[in-house]
């Protein structure tokens, strides 16, 4: 049997001046390939566990590894991260903001315009590589992101929120280009609030609330246990209705 590429083990996240726990003994397996979805209501703790496993902040408890037998790079180099936020300069131009990030992830220089003029052609941004991104609209900046996050060929994508604001025609040509780089075999782990979304994309879902994992299986599993038509009506069950306002 082989080993998981991600150990989470007993993690848990208490913030600075925090009486709850943000996290609390979260523990997960994610094997290489998968399409793996963390979901949740708001203020579950979604965006933490990314951000712990990213190496962005640090765990209060508990442990998490990467096996990283097959692969010839650090940790963070075989990373990728899309942040929910935008995070690239909007007075810079696409080709601009792409070909700085790489040069931080030290891609040749002589290889770096060719790799960014390639990703942008194939995110649909080619023709707008040299305007500026405050230009852009909601969707050209959400490919953009994650153009950023694939631009140094990571082997595990951590992508928060990547379809959120944009429209179906956006939606569809970040989930195509997902699709092909899982293919191509990179491993994807994904939150979302876009459920149908989700449950077409994911091979196996993690549902977390309070900061727990309450539930992991396949997407059909899932559904089989909590005799559910879809994604959502397991959800609902197992998180309630009620309004998940924080202040």
Known sequence: MSKPLITITNISKRYNQAHEYSLHNVSLEIMAGEKFGILGP???????????????????????????ENLTHSTQSILGFVPQDFAFYEE????????YFAALYNIPRKTIT???MHVLQTLGLDTVARKKVRTFSGGMKRRLNLAIGIIHQPAILFLDEPTVGVDIQSKNAIITYLNELNAQGTTIIYTSH???????????????DYGKIIACDSVEQLKEK??????????????????????
């Open 226 to 247: 909590h005799n559910a038509a879809n994604l959502k009506e397991v959800l609902l069950e197992l998180t309630g209705e009620g309004y998940r306002d924080n202040v």
């Open 114 to 116: 060719t790799r960014c």
């Open 194 to 208: 876009h459920l149908s979304e989700a449950e077409h994309f994911c091979n196996t879902i993690a549902i977390i």
């Open 42 to 68: 708001n203020g579950a703790g979604k965006t933490t566990l990314i951000s712990i496993l990213c190496c962005i902040q640090k765990q209060t408890e508990g442990t998490y590894s990467y096996n990283l």
């Open 92 to 99: 810079l131009t696409a080709i601009q903001n792409l070909e």
